[in-house]
């Protein structure tokens, strides 16, 4: 998950770093300029506008709105009067965030609103006995858990907000790495690699499917195992010490 965040305060870096460490993606803008060309060029999923910002007003929010239909918008503020909030939400702000809300209510709230726009709500995905929770981050098999590293959750649970939509490596390598220091291409096919033999492992095949020429696709009318194969194997520990070679090999 990616946000950008407008403003020019020193705070601005810190949450960045927050977020981070709830598993999201962001980065700062200092002017709406900028703001508005990363929304175009990039894939992203929630704008933050600081509010002590001088560009930014209702009629800001507005002309975003109109611009970019499909990114949710957040206001950050610290003495916002409830007059100043009514005018914000009908100009179609979606969300008003305290700067001194904690980073884990903070990306909770973040990801409630790209559910809802991505049409993924509720915050648990299930599919059978499959289950994938974005708020605890963790895939579950009939409760029992199926561990994924930081990147191979990120690169699911991007496909899970874009049901029906292929996404291509350059959406999920920008969605991992936010634009910046990102490898080449072929990290993205390891990652989903990776992810199939552990789905594979517990009799999932078909969830992750290859559009060729254009990229990957969750499939939705993938089949689930039987019971009998819920229940890792104990080869499964070999296995996972092969991922964590792997992992060396690609940092994540």
Known sequence: MRVIIVSAD???RSLVSSLHDQGIR????????????SAKLYDIDTLLFDAALREVDCSTVATFRLVHKTVPILILGTQIT???TISYFAAGTDDIVAWSCRADVMAARVRAI???YRGADPAVWAM??????????SLKLDDIPITLTSKEYDVL???VLRKGVTLTKDVLL???????????ERTIDVFVCKLRKKLAARGIYDLIETVRGAGYLLNESSRMP????????????????VDAEADATYPV
Do not use: H, W
């Open 10 to 12: 020193e705070r601005a």
């Open 26 to 37: 962001a980065e700062v803008c200092d002017n709406l300029c900028n703001a508005s060309e």
């Open 226 to 241: 039987s019971k009998s194969m819920v229940r890792p194997p104990f080869a499964l520990t070999d296995a996972t010490n």
């Open 128 to 137: 059978g006995p499959l289950r994938f929770d974005m708020i605890r981050r």
């Open 174 to 184: 920008d969605q991992l790495y936010g634009g910046r220091d990102a490898p080449n």
């Open 114 to 116: 790209v559910r809802r």
């Open 82 to 84: 409830e007059d100043q």
């Open 157 to 159: 649970e991007a496909m």
